[in-house]
């Protein structure tokens, strides 16, 4: 069942309009938009449905934003909803309950033939105008603290490959791509972060270039600060890195400079494409013990894992 304080904002639309609902929205905020759409990373609906619905809720979650409403989007061969419709059922199921745990409106959604399973969200946000978190946010002095574990992606390459520990990666993924960025969210609205973003498609290294070239400053990671899900690193070294993680690597090179020995294995993590990934929060050195304490406190992680320079010749620095 859906809380009452949810089923309030949904109004009369659907009675007019079987394909839209209108949800009433509090006066003097602004609206956060976006939208975002998977493949399955695990073998169940349920958790493929709650980890897609935490992937696209994650970007409102970034900019210091709350969720209010969303609309879901499904894509699926049609010989799976003739044969077995409860895959389906369980992906929409696993949505809802993020959607609930949020207090976001689930305002119906739209389903399309495909050859292959994919699912997502259209999610409305709402925010606070005077305070919005970007990725031009960021000033020299400031420490990067990360709200959850890397290797999503070279994990889920080895759900994919049926390899030896395959169920316990499957595991990981779905307890840290099925966590809501809430509790990093909450944090940018109430210490007021002005630079943040969230980690997924191109891995961590790459949103942290993408964020010092927005704010005109350079970015030095501690690679050997990472927060890793498991073996990653293990499974990195038998290769079973995606495509896309292999990618953000070759695209960033140039831009990177390493001032330590440089570790193929924790360079392919990286630059690992995430799926629902952490937040990467900017924060102002003196305020990083209660940012930390907040975040712990939430059950997120608050790993330091890098800090803001002064722009220099490169944009990413690996130490």
Same mark, same amino acid.
């Given at each position: 069942?859906?809380?009452?304080?949810?089923?309030?904002?949904?109004?009369?639309?659907?009675?007019?309009?079987?394909?839209?609902?209108?949800?009433?929205?509090?006066?003097?905020?602004?609206?956060?938009?976006?939208?975002?759409?998977?493949?399955?990373?695990?073998?169940?609906?349920?958790?493929?449905?709650?980890?897609?619905?935490?992937?696209?809720?994650?970007?409102?979650?970034?900019?210091?934003?709350?969720?209010?409403?969303?609309?879901?989007?499904?894509? #699926?061969?049609?010989?799976?909803?003739?044969?077995?419709?409860?895959?389906?059922?369980?992906?929409?199921?696993?949505?809802?309950?993020?959607?609930?745990?949020?207090?976001?409106?689930?305002?119906?959604?739209?389903?399309?033939?495909?050859?292959?399973?994919?699912?997502?969200?259209?999610?409305?946000?709402?925010?606070?105008?005077?305070?919005?978190?970007?990725?031009?946010?960021? &000033?020299?002095?400031?420490?990067?603290?990360?709200?959850?574990?890397?290797?999503?992606?070279?994990?889920?390459?080895?759900?994919?490959?049926?390899?030896?520990?395959?169920?316990?990666?499957?595991?990981?993924?779905?307890?840290?791509?099925?966590?809501?960025? &809430?509790?990093?969210?909450?944090?940018?609205?109430?210490?007021?972060?002005?630079?943040?973003?969230?980690?997924?498609?191109?891995?961590?290294?790459?949103?942290?270039?993408?964020?010092?070239?927005?704010?005109?400053?350079?970015?030095?990671?501690?690679?050997?600060?990472?927060?890793?899900?498991?073996?990653?690193?293990?499974?990195?070294?038998?290769?079973?890195?995606?495509?896309?993680?292999?990618?953000?690597?070759?695209?960033?090179?140039?831009?990177?400079?390493?001032?330590?020995?440089?570790?193929?294995?924790?360079?392919?993590?990286?630059?690992?494409?995430?799926?629902?990934?952490?937040?990467?929060?900017?924060?102002? &050195?003196? &305020?990083?013990?209660?940012?930390?304490? #907040?975040?712990?406190?939430?059950?997120? !992680?608050?790993?330091?894992?890098?800090?803001? !320079?002064?722009?220099?010749?490169?944009?990413?620095?690996?130490?």
């Amino acid at each position: 069942m859906m809380p009452q304080d949810l089923e309030n904002r949904v109004l009369a639309g659907r009675a007019h309009n079987e394909d839209a609902v209108v949800v009433s929205c509090p006066a003097g905020v602004a609206l956060v938009q976006t939208v975002d759409i998977l493949a399955p990373v695990v073998n169940d609906g349920l958790s493929f449905g709650r980890i897609a619905a935490c992937n696209a809720l994650s970007d409102v979650y970034a900019m210091g934003g709350k969720p209010w409403s969303a609309m879901s989007i499904a894509c #699926f061969p049609e010989d799976m909803a003739q044969n077995e419709p409860e895959v389906l059922q369980d992906v929409l199921k696993g949505a809802l309950q993020a959607m609930v745990e949020a207090q976001c409106v689930s305002a119906g959604g739209h389903t399309v033939r495909d050859n292959e399973m994919k699912f997502g969200l259209a999610v409305t946000g709402i925010i606070d105008p005077s305070h919005i978190a970007t990725n031009a946010g960021l &000033r020299p002095g400031q420490s990067l603290l990360l709200t959850k574990p890397l290797g999503t992606g070279i994990l889920s390459t080895a759900v994919k490959a049926n390899w030896e520990g395959a169920q316990a990666c499957e595991a990981l993924i779905r307890k840290w791509a099925g966590r809501l960025n &809430r509790v990093g969210g909450e944090a940018i609205a109430r210490f007021r972060l002005s630079g943040a973003t969230d980690i997924t498609g191109f891995g961590l290294g790459g949103h942290a270039l993408e964020m010092a070239r927005a704010s005109c400053v350079s970015i030095e990671i501690a690679i050997h600060s990472l927060p890793l899900m498991g073996e990653v690193v293990e499974y990195a070294s038998e290769g079973l890195v995606p495509g896309g993680s292999i990618n953000n690597k070759l695209y960033c090179a140039c831009s990177t400079r390493w001032l330590c020995e440089r570790d193929e294995d924790l360079e392919n993590v990286l630059f690992d494409a995430q799926t629902s990934g952490g937040l990467l929060l900017a924060v102002d &050195r003196d &305020r990083v013990d209660e940012v930390r304490a #907040f975040l712990l406190a939430g059950g997120d !992680l608050a790993c330091e894992v890098g800090q803001v !320079l002064e722009q220099k010749e490169a944009p990413l620095y690996i130490v």
